[in-house]
């Protein structure tokens, strides 16, 4: 149902028609913002229903400079969108299913991921505890409010 790919920066516009809805203000930002970071250590990927992008997602190869307690060098997921205008048809909890194998094929030395989310978005975190991710306790004041850190142990995910 949903393929996972790596975007390159040079191919960002095929990205630019994802849309945020009312909801998702205050928990992610624009495509545009998204799209914008330079860090060469944050990989961009997107998710894909045949030739339409329908979200996307980066990987930050050292999510400890936005969690402090986490050891140098581990993996984030970061800046999940799905395009307002494919929300509610199942494309965001299929993408979390398809993350796993994705994650083992595209990193296959990384033992585990983690992320971070706001506790706000109740929605998110019963999608990504339904996919597996565990609550690590709580994180940082992010960009509306208190944050819960999530692991995904990918040995058993």
């Avoid at 997107?46 to 581990?74: A, C, N, Q, W």
Wanted: glycine share 12%; proline share 6%.
């Amino acid at each position: 149902m949903i393929t996972l790919t790596a975007l390159p920066r040079s191919q960002v516009d095929r990205v630019a028609h994802l849309v945020l809805t009312e909801p998702q203000y205050p928990f992610v930002g624009e495509i545009k913002e998204l799209t914008a970071e330079k860090d060469p250590q944050t990989d961009f990927h997107v998710g894909l229903r045949g030739d339409t992008y329908i979200g996307f997602f980066k990987i930050d190869h050292d999510f400890s400079r936005v969690i402090e307690r986490l050891p140098e060098g581990t993996f984030g997921f970061r800046g999940l969108l799905i395009g307002g205008q494919y929300q509610g048809l199942g494309y965001g909890s299929a993408l979390l299913d398809s993350l796993p194998t994705y994650l083992r094929k595209t990193y296959p030395t990384l033992p585990e991921i983690w992320l971070s989310v706001d506790e706000a978005n109740t929605r998110a975190i019963g999608c990504y505890e339904k996919s597996g991710w565990v609550v690590d306790g709580p994180g940082r004041i992010g960009r509306s409010g208190p944050e819960q850190i999530m692991r995904l142990d990918l040995a058993v995910a």
